[in-house]
């Protein structure tokens, strides 16, 4: 038993330190979160009500009056980012080192995993919470600024300034900014994410007490259809890349013939830099579970499923926590509070296989076949899963819906641009100050996020472009930066939204060297079960390969731009149909990259080996003589202290020397 | 001792694993998953178990279990040490990092170490961007991997 499983053992609202005698310091909350089998309070009211089905406050109050008593209480809280972020930045030994602190000195005290707050590059992220004093956030908590933030707030008063990056809720600190705040939170407008890093995402109780399921309520207590003229209303896309409306595509699906329906969520996250998915499954899972029991009663599906990437466990294992107590709660399951609606969900691991974020390779995963999609000349929610009407939307869509029917479409219709609305979550990643995860309202030009939420480029170094919509979108210069996230615009510049990475690059990146990496990427993906994509693909990566090596030909862009044509136009997917997209935006953008491959051999951002020189700076070189000795090839020679030089033509372009040099006297030309 | 008695009961495993999904065949996939985490690969014998249960030609699996990267027909290593290579790990030093491991362990992508001690697995992405580049053994994740901490991080398993 770890100190975690303080909080969410308690059976009584009040006093919240019950269950916490016998608590180990062992640490490791999320561990213990996710594996408490114990349900909650709510839980444990529901089963003593004699089998008949909660109502929702029946629900809510508990999980409140437990809120509340948390809050109140007299004892501080250690709120820790729990997502896969926090862990692999060390949250689990920060959390260790801050228990051990508390136990040494005493102190009792509620220790709460949470979700993803968004500010990644400054993980492990750890909040205090004296017992009515201020919640304080600190970043980059390593195990002894743990130690020392315990001792110097909870013991010896002082909130440490220093170490701060901002408070959260009502109590301010003076000399600490508000963390909502910050120049990087503050333009951005939190729907999806707003409960991220508040709440505990394994305890269903956090939701209920923050209005989880409410939505749910209501959509129950409406007839079916005017919960899809709702979503329609909202004027809602996909969020997964194509940007579908999501309520004709209910329409479509409630009105196709057959039964039964099914319901999916698209959790196959395999854009290489995006991790919105993951956050909001590891963050939030019960919004997810909430959007798609609403969706499937507004289409008529009894049964759903959830599809995860095989790389994500930690999101599968909050996913299955929420399950459990959605259905303990009788939230999910026969007779959904009550109402007589039945359905239930199940999760599904991925193999491992990016094509199976694509709607039909989805479903034939599904149905226990090899991931390969299918012309989709009859929709998906006509014939699906099993040949059967099936809605398949992204996590986030999903996560969308029940602040739909919460706040109302109007209200959802008022944020955003005229054909897109709401807000879009986004990944932002790459060469910028703040990395981490961003939810903006539709409409944000993409240079207010990249420099105002981003903080623009580290170092000294010049933007170049900004890759969005993952293998299948394009880079965007600094000419177009204005564009505002919008579904249509960013078509327009030859990209796409995409599911919502953003990777930012700077001068040191080779665009060609990026469009080979996406294509090789590609290529190692692709399903193999039409021409244009399996061949086409490895014949656009050799000749980009050819152009990196240095032995470009002319007439090469033009044979790529032939080749992007001929997938646009035959491969079989969403997939296929858009994999061009890279080479064929780099070129529309940084052409003179591809001619200075090809005409000067040269590599204009110095990135691919061959393609440019190392040089000696005779001026600042004061001959230490540290890259001649790192020099594998004996291509430095120099007397010490005496300026060094570089024999070109002995040089293997290692990189070595530069690699070597503390004086930034080897440089790249 | 019989060799026969040495060798773990693939069937008896293939018989619980399909009986935990009710043989339906539509769940091919997570009843592999099963058993790979059962044996750390899936074992011809028990591949062929489960075709005969669930009465679907063995080739079916086949395509399934090479189709998905996550599951392994050969036995992997002690540890299986998984390197991002999505494109802002690729972009912050990736490519190094799996030159360097290349290199090192002398092992190319899916291969295992001939002292079977890891398993080499490049990923297209973990989703942890912001501390690229990642690496993971086994469950431990390494942020913000450079070459030169690569042969430490070796290091310590090989203890």
């Known amino acids: 038993m770890t100190v975690s499983s303080r909080s969410t053992e308690s059976r009584e609202p009040v006093p919240l330190s019950a269950g916490r005698s016998e608590a180990g310091l062992d640490g490791r909350a999320a561990e213990a979160a996710r594996a408490n089998p114990r349900g909650t309070a709510t839980a444990e009211r529901r089963a003593g009500g004699g089998g008949a089905a909660a109502t929702l406050s029946e629900l809510q109050e508990p999980a409140r009056a437990r809120w509340d008593a948390l809050k109140r209480g007299d004892q501080p809280i250690i709120w820790v980012g729990m997502a896969t972020c926090g862990l692999a930045a060390g949250a689990a030994e920060a959390l260790k080192a801050a228990e051990a602190e508390l136990e040494a000195h005493g102190i009792a005290a509620h220790t709460i995993p949470v979700g993803c707050v968004g500010m990644c590059s400054l993980e492990p992220m750890l909040d205090v919470e004296k017992p009515g004093g201020a919640r304080i956030c600190y970043g980059e908590v390593t195990p002894e600024k743990a130690r020392e933030i315990v001792r110097s707030y909870l013991v010896e008063g002082d909130p440490r300034a220093d170490l701060a990056l901002g408070t959260v809720g009502d109590v301010e600190v003076a000399g600490i900014p508000r963390l909502s705040e910050l120049p990087m939170i503050a333009p951005q407008k939190r729907v999806v994410t707003g409960t991220f890093g508040l709440i505990n995402p394994t305890d269903i109780d956090h939701y209920l007490a923050h209005g989880g399921y409410q939505a749910l309520q209501r959509a129950l207590e409406m007839d079916p259809e005017a919960v899809l003229a709702e979503v329609e209303r909202s004027g809602l896309r996909g969020r997964g890349g194509g940007g579908f409306p999501t309520g004709r595509k209910w329409r479509s699906c409630r009105e196709a013939h057959g039964e039964p329906k099914y319901v999916i969520c698209n959790g196959d996250e395999g854009d290489p830099g995006a991790f919105m998915d993951r956050s909001i499954m590891e963050g939030d899972p019960h919004a997810v579970i909430e959007g798609m029991v609403i969706g499937a009663y507004a289409i008529g599906a009894h049964q759903g499923y959830i599809y995860v990437r095989n790389e994500y466990p930690l999101a599968v294992e909050r996913l299955r926590k929420a399950l459990a107590d959605a259905r303990e709660c009788g939230l999910l399951g026969e007779n959904i509070l009550g109402t007589g609606f039945s359905f239930d969900m199940q999760i599904n691991r991925g193999g491992g296989a990016f094509v199976c974020g694509e709607s039909t390779a989805l479903m034939a995963s599904l149905e226990g076949m090899v991931g390969e999609p299918r012309a989709k000349y009859i929709h998906t929610v006509e014939v699906g899963l099993h040949g059967k009407p099936t809605t398949l939307n992204n996590v986030e869509t999903w996560a969308n819906v029940p602040v739909i029917i919460e706040r109302g479409a109007d209200w959802f219709a008022s944020i955003g641009t005229e054909g897109s609305k709401g807000t879009k979550v986004f990944s932002l990643v790459g060469k910028v100050r703040n990395t981490g995860l961003v939810e903006v309202p539709m409409g944000m030009t993409l240079r207010e996020i990249v420099f105002e939420i981003g903080g623009g480029i580290p170092g000294d170094k010049r933007f170049k472009a900004v890759q969005t919509g993952g293998p299948s979108g394009g880079c965007i210069p600094e000419e177009h930066l204005d564009t505002p996230v919008d579904f249509d615009q960013l078509w327009e510049v030859g990209s796409m939204m995409g599911s919502g990475g953003l990777i930012v690059m700077d001068e040191d990146t080779c665009m060609v060297n990026l469009a080979r990496y996406f294509t090789g990427f590609l290529r190692d993906e692709s399903c193999g079960k039409c021409v244009p994509c399996r061949e086409g693909l490895a014949q656009m990566q050799r000749i980009l390969t050819r152009i990196c090596d240095g032995e470009g030909r002319e007439g090469d862009v033009e044979l790529l731009l032939h080749l992007c044509d001929v997938l646009d136009d035959a491969a079989l997917c969403a997939l296929g149909n858009t994999a061009s997209n890279p080479v064929r935006s780099t070129i529309r953008w940084f052409r003179a990259d591809y001619d200075e491959h090809i005409r000067e051999r040269h590599c204009p951002a110095r990135e691919c080996r061959g393609l440019f020189r190392y040089e000696i700076l005779a001026e600042t070189c004061n001959g230490c003589g540290a890259c001649r000795r790192a020099c594998p090839e004996d291509a430095i020679s120099g007397e010490r202290r005496q300026a060094h030089t570089l024999d070109q033509t002995k040089c293997v372009h290692c990189g070595a020397c530069l690699e070597a040099c503390r004086f930034d006297s080897v440089v790249k030309v | ?159």
């Not at chain 2, 079916?60 to 189709?67: E, G, I, K």
């Open chain 2, 1 to 159: 001792m019989t060799i026969e008695s040495a060798l773990p009961d693939y069937r008896a495993t293939a018989e619980e694993v399909v009986e935990r999904y009710r043989r339906n065949s539509g769940f091919l996939i997570p009843m592999l998953q099963d058993l790979q985490k059962e044996f750390g690969y899936i074992p011809r014998p028990a591949m062929e178990a489960v075709a005969q249960l669930l009465d679907i030609p063995l080739s079916q699996c086949y395509s399934v279990a090479t189709f998905y990267s996550s599951l392994a027909l050969v036995p992997r290593g002690k540890h299986l040490l998984t390197l991002c290579l999505g494109t802002v790990c690729y972009l912050k030093g990736g490519k190094e990092i799996a030159q360097r491991i290349e290199q090192e362990l002398r092992v190319k992508p899916g291969e295992t170490t001939e002292d079977r001690l890891f398993t080499y697995q490049p990923v297209n992405c973990l989703g942890a961007c912001a501390l690229a580049p990642v690496m993971m053994v086994d469950d431990t994740y390494y942020e913000r991997v450079s070459v030169h901490q690569v042969d430490s991080i070796f290091a310590k398993y090989r203890e």
